[in-house]
Structure formats: C-alpha cells, structure tokens
C-alpha cells in the first residue's frame, strides 16, 4: 500500500521549471559548495525577518510550483553507453514518457505515450531497447509496443496481459530473438497468473510460458554465455521482503529444465541476482539480518562486503538496480545507514571498498556507462532530484538531468536531521526532523510552531532525507515536520523491518505518537498544535493515531485504510495476503482485524479530519475512506471530505496535487486558528467550530 506517485506526500523535488538537462560537471568535494552557492532563487531576503504566527508565513513554494515541478525519474538504465529513463510530465497529466539522453540533451524516445506497467499494479522496468527499438508497456491498455527510431509505435501483445522486466534473448541456431518477460495474466480476472515468457520477435503474440507454479517471480538474468537463467520467486503469504528464491535453470530452445535452488527461503529475501563476465552470480540477501551482496562461484555463497547497513529496498516495484558490476572485479553500489544513502566501489574478490564522498544522501538505478563511469538518479538535501554520472576513479560528477529549479533559496530549505527517540515497550524509533525555515519570517517570541508528523506508506517503506517538496511546502510556511521511520520501516535492518510483523496498527500508531512527544518535551513543537498526515498505509495509522490516543489535534488521511477485513477481500493480488504477516491470517484472526480498524474505534475520534482520496483506486478502494467519513459525520466529529474523479492509488493530475495540498492547508488554518498567506479555494469542514 505503498505510493510511487506524485501525491502530497511522494518523493519529488521542490521545483518550478521544466526538468534540465544541461550538463554541469563539478568535483565531488566542489559540489556541496557549488549548490550552496547557487544563483539566488526567490524567496530570497537580505532584510531583517519579520515577525509573523507560524502557519502564516508566505512561501515562494506555492502548491502550483510543487505540482508543476512535480517531476520524478524512474528506470535508468545504459544501453550500449547511452542511457534511458522514464520522467513523469506534470503538463501530460502525470504520464510518464521515455527519454534518452543524445550528444548530451535529453530528448523523449516516445511521443504521447504513457510508459507504465501494471504487474503488481506498482509496475516498474517497463521498457526494454533491443538494437533500433523499443519496447515498452503502454499504461492505457498493457499492451507491449515496439518502435523503431523514426517510426510508429504498434502493439505486439494481445490485451489481457501485463509485462515487465523484460530481458534481451539473442538469437542462437535455430531461435530467433526474442524477449523474456515477467507476464502477468489477467484473461481470467478471479485468478491472476504470474510467470516468466519468452517472446518471439519481431511478432511477439502472448509469449510462451518458460516458468510458472509459483505466486510471483522477477528479474530474470540471463548468464554471458546465454545459457543460464536466474531469477527469483515467491509465493503467498509471503512479500518479496519476507522471503523469496534464488534459482537458476538451463535455458533450452524448449524452455528452462528444472531449476536448481541457489539461495532463499521463507525467511530469507534475495533480490537482484546479477551476472559478472567470468560467470558469476552475485546477488543481495538479508541473510545476515542486512540486506548485503553476496556471490556465488564454484558451488559456494559467500558474502562480499559484511555492513550492518541496508543495500537494499523493498520489492515495491520491479527495475531495482542497488549494485553495478564494472567488469573488472569491482562494483559500484549504494547502501543505506540510519537511513542515510551513500555509495562504494567494492572489490569482489578482496572484500574491501572505498566509500564516495559525494554531496547527495539517495541513490537510486545505478548503471554502467563505460569501464570508468556510472550513472544513478541522486537525491540532495538542498538540490533537485537529478540523474547524475559519477567518474568513480577522481570522483567529479556530472549533472546530466535535472527535475528543475527550486523555488526556494539554500537558506530557507529546512534538511533532515535523523533522530532517535524512545518508544514503547523499550523499543527506539527513527525519524527524520525539519525545523521550520524561511528567512523572511520568524515566529512569535515566547510560541512554539505546529507540528506536522509524516507518516509514509507501505507499511514496509521508509522516509526520504531527500529534498521533497512535500516536506518544504510545511517547513517554508512555518511548520516543523517529523517524518517517522515507525517500527516496520525499511532502511533499518531485517529485525526492525519485522517489527510491525502481527502489530500493524500498534506499534507504527506507537512510534509516531512517541516522535511527538519526543519534540514537545524538547520544546520543538506547539503541544495544543500538532497535527498527523499520511497516504495509503500511512493514511490508516493516521486514523488509528487518532482514534487511540489524544496527541494530535488534526488529521490529513490521504486513501488511508478504514476496514482490514474489507481490504483483506477487495485488495489485488499482490498485497492480497499481506495482510497474514501484517495482523494475522483470516479467518482465524478476525477478532484482531475487527479490533485494529478504526471503523470499529469511532467513539475515540475526537480530532478534526480530512480525507482525500482517488475515484480510481484500486489498492485502497474510495468505500474505505466514504465509510469512515459517513462514520464521523453520524458522530458529529469534524470532518472534510474530498473525492477526485480519474484519480488513482496516489495523486498524478496538476490540479489535483495542487487542489489537496490547498485543501489540506486550509484544514489546518481553520483548525489552528492561523491565516494562511496563500489564496485558498473555499473548502468546508463539516462541524467544525472554529478557533478562536
């Protein structure tokens, strides 16, 4: 129930220009230095601040520049030296086109065309260039197109079928070339089939089953002598962060004899197995209790560099590329501590590395651009999200595509800082904290700012230190944010990512009310001013943190979960089973899902809310968030409920990210008694009585 969208509250940078892509190559001990030093942006004052209530302070962040800037990258990849990605166009109504980058400029690969994948309904790896041609999923029916350069796209896939992941087969003796896919099966919608294809091109039909007998199964990897596969597979009620195989089959003409177990298990997550040019087969487990790299050569498994650090995230999405092999005994490869990104060159053999001092806190897609050269989409505290090359041998990076421009001066973005607090049952939590920032204002001598606790989705997901528009459109307006790493999250370790594991709805309602408690002993936050947001999974901690405790005083649940049991029945394949680890199996544990949802809790709301959600969505349907809105209202609890048609799991359309965050900002004046600077469309809370 995770959210890789352009909602409130996505990742996306704080921009308002179209994304740039004149490169800009700096050294890595430069870079820090270049970006503080940046042309001023607006927003910028020499003057002495002015006096002004938190909440009211005008921000050159407005919820039209954050939609509008709303850009994201996704699936890069080097293809023979040149490098391909999607990029989300806020213009097109959040479609996400194909780009490549030609002599330096980005150009789109595809026109009109919305490159998206629903395998898993998150998606991800949804193109593939094969010599003069792509082939990509198209968003509107599933269908696989090719086009050539110069040329038009046309399907090669009948309807009723999803494709991702798709890897390039050459041809060999008798067999043409061909690709072999993930497949997702939907021509009998009760029972969704997920295997692995080959497809025959240039024509490709549905594809020749090559694998099947199992609930899921991802990145297929063909060996360098083209005849081995690897990939991995899972099965209910596992999540691919729960338990998954590693496997390796002989491939045939025929298809793939039996496959040989290499790594896995219930409990052990393997993902992004990886061939090197001497055979080798490397991959990432969680073995250890961190998801580390690991080979396996000469009937043997060992682990190649032991951190107690994550180089891993969750298997929301299909394309993960953490690690890149250069080719010559080493990789490039991102690991996370405290939920802080960094990058190595690896040695494979010897087990040492040299850590990149580099000015960004994310790594994301890494991709080899030649022997000395990698490309990743890099996240900065005060810079856009960019798609950068990193010459790791003098380490000067090479900003190649940018998300825009901020809107904001480096003074007055606000950057994480992680934190630690206590929690209950003796556990600590993690989060990252925002002070309020914006120099043309200062709050009120003797006041404290409201609080705004972020809660992120999934639940197995983490928050981002990364600059995020989400996060600065609060923090410039005058607003502290904490964004919780609760019990569950990822970034932390296998253990900690196992902590919500039967306690969801505890232990993650816990860890947020704890953050907030942390910041008002330690005088961070405004006590009567403290308000919980959140999206998807988020959204029901949101509910369930204002049902049981009496912390906060507003609440924004963005699609947030109301009934476990109606998700349990009404949610899709994927996360159909979640729920077993989550709470517990049904129907054995009904009691526990009737006790954790809040539509069975409604007598302890008391705090104002606010519900948004999409008409569309098919992971957390719109009668979960009308029923518990119907709910309030026949309890006379203060409630404002908006419902976007067209809209799906997590907010793509301009107008709609910029009508939620207004309406999510005026709900928090109204309550808090404070006049926003922006102009606001009207928006009423049903009950409500206002601040004095």
């Known amino acids: 129930m995770t959210s890789h969208s352009a909602a409130p509250a996505a990742n996306v940078p704080a921009t308002n220009a179209p994304a740039t892509s004149a490169p800009a190559t700096v050294s890595a001990g430069a870079a820090a230095a270049t970006t503080s030093a940046a042309a001023t942006a607006p927003g910028t004052t020499s003057s002495a601040p002015m006096t002004a209530g938190y909440g009211s302070w005008a921000s050159p962040l407005s919820a039209e520049a954050l939609a509008a ?40 690969v595809t026109q009109g065309a919305n490159v998206r994948t629903r395998v898993h309904e998150y998606g991800g790896a949804p193109f593939i260039v094969v010599g003069d041609t792509v082939y990509y999923s198209q968003f509107s029916d599933q269908r696989l197109y090719a086009l050539k350069a110069g040329g038009t796209a046309a399907p090669v896939t009948p309807p009723n079928y999803r494709y991702a992941d798709c890897i390039a087969l050459p041809a060999a003796g008798d067999s043409g070339a061909a690709l072999i896919c993930v497949r997702e099966d939907h021509t009998d919608a009760a029972h969704v089939r997920n295997t692995l294809v080959r497809l025959a091109l240039p024509v490709a039909g549905a594809g020749e089953v090559i694998f099947e007998g199992t609930d899921f199964v991802a990145y297929p990897r063909l060996s360098p002598d083209g005849l081995r596969l690897a990939f991995i597979s899972w099965n209910h009620p596992n999540m691919p962060w729960d338990g998954t195989e590693l496997k390796v089959a002989e491939l045939t003409p025929r298809g793939l004899k ?23 087969l490397y991959f990432i487990s969680d073995r250890s209790g961190f998801w580390n790299l690991y080979a396996q050569r000469g009937g043997g498994v060992h682990a190649v560099w032991p951190r107690a650090a994550e180089f891993a995230d ?45 000015p960004y806190v994310e790594f994301s897609h890494l991709t080899k651009i030649d022997e000395r050269h990698i490309a990743a989409i ?71 700012p409201p609080l705004l606790a972020l809660v992120h989705g999934g639940p197995t997901g983490q928050a981002s230190p990364g600059l995020r528009s989400s996060v600065q459109f609060w923090t410039s307006r005058g607003f502290a944010v904490v964004d919780v790493n609760y019990g569950g999250s990822s970034g932390y370790g296998r253990a900690y990512r196992r902590a919500l594991n039967g306690q969801w709805g505890v232990v993650d309602a816990e860890d947020v009310i704890a953050a907030v408690r942390f910041l008002i002993a330690d005088k961070r936050a405004d006590p009567e001013r403290t308000a919980i947001s959140g999206g998807s999974a988020g959204g029901y901690t949101v509910l369930v943190a204002l049902s049981t405790s009496d912390v906060f ?28 680890s989550l709470i517990g199996p049904l129907p054995q544990a009904q009691a526990i899902y009737d006790s954790r949802s809040p539509l069975n809790h409604l007598d302890g709301f008391k705090a104002p809310v606010i519900v948004l959600q999409g008409a569309d969505d098919p992971i957390v349907p719109p009668n979960q968030s009308a029923r518990i809105v119907e709910a309030l209202r026949a309890r006379h609890v203060p409630v404002a409920y908006v419902l976007y048609p067209g809209e799906s799991h997590g907010f793509r359309k301009p107008e709609t990210i910029i009508n939620s965050l207004q309406a999510e900002l005026s709900f928090f004046g109204q309550v808090f008694g404070f006049k926003p600077a922006d102009r606001l469309p009207p928006l009423t809370i049903e009950g409500l009585v206002p601040a004095s």
């Open 378 to 448: 890099a996240s900065a505290s005060k810079a856009p999200l960019s798609i950068v090359s990193i010459d790791i041998a003098n380490l000067t990076v090479t900003t190649l595509r940018t998300a825009g421009t901020s809107p904001l001066a480096p003074e007055a973005v606000s950057v994480a800082i992680p934190i630690d607090f206590p929690s209950a049952q003796g556990r600590t939590a993690h989060a990252f904290y925002y002070a309020p920032a914006n120099p043309r204002y200062r709050g009120p001598a003797g006041t404290l």
């Open 314 to 358: 969750p298997l929301w999405s299909f394309g993960q590329s953490n690690y890149v092999l250069l080719g010559d005994g080493r990789a490039a490869l991102s690991f996370s501590e405290r939920g802080l990104g960094k990058l190595a060159v690896v040695d494979l053999k010897a087990g040492t590395a040299r850590e990149l001092d580099l």
């Open 553 to 580: 005083r507003a609440g924004a649940d963005f699609f947030g979960v109301s009934d476990m049991t109606a998700l349990a029945r009404d949610t899709h394949k994927f996360e159909s089973r979640y729920l077993d």
């Open 69 to 108: 800037g709303g850009i994201n990258f996704g699936d890069l990849r080097s293809v023979n030296g040149r490098l391909y990605w999607t990029e989300n166009v806020p213009a097109a109504g959040g479609a996400i086109s194909l780009f490549s980058l030609d002599n330096g400029v980005a150009a789109p």
């Open 258 to 280: 039996a496959p040989v177990l290499i790594a896995g298990g219930a409990a052990e997550s393997v993902l992004e197995p990886q061939w090197d040019r001497d055979g080798t």
